[in-house]
């Protein structure tokens, strides 16, 4: 199956910060999501991002399928964006994702 | 609407009872998952429903067994389970199962105890 690789496995920063996570993949994808998990455990979808660019208020992520790896990148980080981020793919048609172990974000004030 | 609804919250349970998880979506999707999340792991993929037929089995025990009633909704059923089966188990659903958009939006979970 396909493997999913994040970096860094944990991040510390302060309030104000910017940061980039990564995500590396070992096949071609045609899915390919980035999540936040907050403390109760819901998954909050970022962005579903296969490939290209896109941007959500502070947030953006870009995936460049032929090298096999998508980046989120976070600024003016706030104490609300910590918990745990998730890059997640699937590699054909409703074959389920596949997560990555995620990065933890701790943002302090 | 992007809201996949799942009951109970929270269910603790004993090895020999047997139990229902119960997820729905309304937002017209043909394909609906189950993930289970151990504590500090990512989750991990259980089973996979395309158009109400199970398409993927990862090789669950049989003690979990799944059953989708018709294409809104999907549940989990739970007997003799094991103390190491406790976990947050987490619904998703996605638009089409064969098609190009695929995006998968999940579930609040249901957090499993098994005594």
């Known amino acids: 199956g396909i493997q999913v690789e994040q970096s860094p496995p944990d991040l510390i920063l302060q309030e104000g910060a910017n940061s980039t996570l990564r995500c590396n993949f070992s096949?071609?994808?045609?899915?390919l999501q980035w999540f936040h998990q907050n403390p109760w455990g819901q998954l909050i979808n970022l962005f579903y991002?296969?490939?290209g660019t896109k941007q959500n208020g502070r947030l953006s992520a870009t995936t460049v399928a032929t090298e096999r790896y998508s980046l989120l990148y976070i600024s003016s980080s706030q104490t609300t964006d910590s918990g745990v981020y998730f890059c997640?793919?699937?590699?054909?048609?409703?074959?389920?994702?596949?997560f990555g172990k995620g990065t933890h974000l701790i943002i302090q004030p | 609407d992007t809201e996949v609804t799942q009951t109970p919250k929270h269910l603790v349970m004993g090895m020999t009872n047997k139990k229902s998880l119960k997820c729905e979506q309304h937002?017209?999707?043909?394909?609906m998952y189950w993930y289970k999340q151990k504590a500090k792991k990512p989750p991990e993929l259980m089973f996979v429903?395309?158009?109400?037929?199970?398409?993927i089995n990862e090789s669950v025990p049989s003690r979990f067994s799944p059953e989708c009633p018709n294409s809104s909704l999907l549940n989990l059923h739970l007997h003799a389970l094991q103390p190491e089966d406790s976990a947050l188990y987490l619904c998703?659903?996605?638009?089409?199962?064969?098609?190009?958009?695929?995006?998968?939006?999940f579930g609040p979970g249901t957090r499993l105890t098994v005594l």
């Open positions: 998703a659903s996605s638009q089409d199962a064969s098609g190009s958009y695929n995006e998968q939006f």
């Open positions: 096949d071609s994808v045609n899915n």
């Open positions: 991002i296969p490939s």
């Open positions: 997640a793919v699937e590699g054909g048609g409703a074959d389920g994702l596949t």
């Open positions: 937002m017209g999707h043909r394909a």
């Open positions: 429903y395309s158009y109400e037929k199970l398409s």
